[in-house]
C-alpha cells in the first residue's frame, strides 16, 4: 500500500477510496531437519487484488462488490486476471480475513493451502 494509504488507514481506521491492496500467495515445502519440521515460501502462485470502491462504481459489474474490485491473476499467466465473480471466486477465501462492512483487515481462521488457489 502507498504510504499516503497508509498513513489515511492509520488515522480514519478504514481505506481511502481508490487503496489497492495486493496480496502475493507463496507455495510452500517442508523437510525434516536437524531442527525439526521446517517449512518454507516456494514460488509465488497468485496475485490476489483488492481496490477500495466506497462509491459503488460498478454495481453491475460481478467483479465489483461489497465495497472492493476483486481480481486474481495466477503466476502462469500473470497478464490475465482470472476471476469471473467475486462472490464465487474470492469471498470463500477473503471474507475470513477481511470485514467488508467496515473495510478493514481481519483476522482469520487458518485456511487451508488447496481451499484458496
Not at 476483486?70 to 500473470?78: G, I, Y
Request: proline fraction near 3%; include cysteine; hydrophobic fraction near 30%.
Amino acid at each position: 500500500m502507498h504510504r499516503r494509504g497508509a498513513d489515511y488507514y492509520r488515522r480514519n481506521k478504514k481505506f481511502a477510496d481508490g487503496t489497492v491492496l495486493v496480496k502475493e500467495v507463496f507455495g510452500t515445502d517442508h523437510a525434516q531437519m536437524t531442527t525439526g519440521d521446517a517449512h518454507w515460501a516456494k514460488d509465488t502462485k497468485v496475485w490476489f487484488v483488492l481496490i477500495k470502491d466506497s462509491k459503488g462504481r460498478y454495481p453491475n459489474n460481478p467483479l465489483w462488490g461489497d465495497g472492493w474490485g476483486w481480481a486474481l491473476f495466477k503466476s502462469d499467466a500473470p497478464d490475465k486476471q482470472v476471476a469471473t465473480d467475486y462472490k464465487k471466486d474470492c469471498l470463500g477465501c477473503e471474507s475470513r480475513r477481511l470485514d467488508l462492512r467496515k473495510g478493514l483487515p481481519g483476522t482469520s481462521q487458518q485456511v487451508r493451502r488447496d481451499e484458496c488457489r
